[in-house]
C-alpha cells in the first residue's frame, strides 16, 4: 500500500531537481521566480505524501504553513523585482 506512495515521492523529487535547473538557468527573472514557486509547491505536496508515508499528520499542519510562507515570499520577490522597492513611502 506504502509502495505507489513512494515511488509517487521519488517522481516528485525528480521534477523538483527539474524546476530547479530553471530557477537557476532560467531566462528571466519572472520566470525563475515561477520556478521557485513552483518548487516550493511540489514540497508542499512531497510533505503531505511524506507524513502519509510515515503516518505523521504533523506533516500537513507543516506543509500548511509552508505554504504560507511560501505564497507571501513570492509575492514579496514579485513585488520587489516589478518596482524594484517592496513598501513605497
Known amino acids: 500500500m506504502i509502495a505507489p506512495f513512494v515511488v509517487i515521492g521519488i517522481l516528485i523529487a525528480c521534477t523538483i531537481l527539474a524546476c530547479s535547473y530553471r530557477a537557476m538557468i532560467g531566462p528571466g527573472t519572472f520566470n525563475r521566480i515561477v520556478a521557485a514557486n513552483v518548487i516550493a509547491t ?13 503516518e505523521r499528520p ?28 517592496v513598501c513605497s513611502p
Open 58 to 85: 504533523q506533516f500537513v499542519d507543516i506543509a500548511i504553513m509552508y505554504a504560507v510562507i511560501s505564497f507571501i515570499g513570492t509575492l514579496i520577490i514579485a513585488k520587489y523585482a516589478e518596482r524594484g522597492e
Open 42 to 54: 511540489k514540497a508542499i505536496v512531497l510533505l503531505v505524501v511524506a507524513g502519509f508515508i510515515f
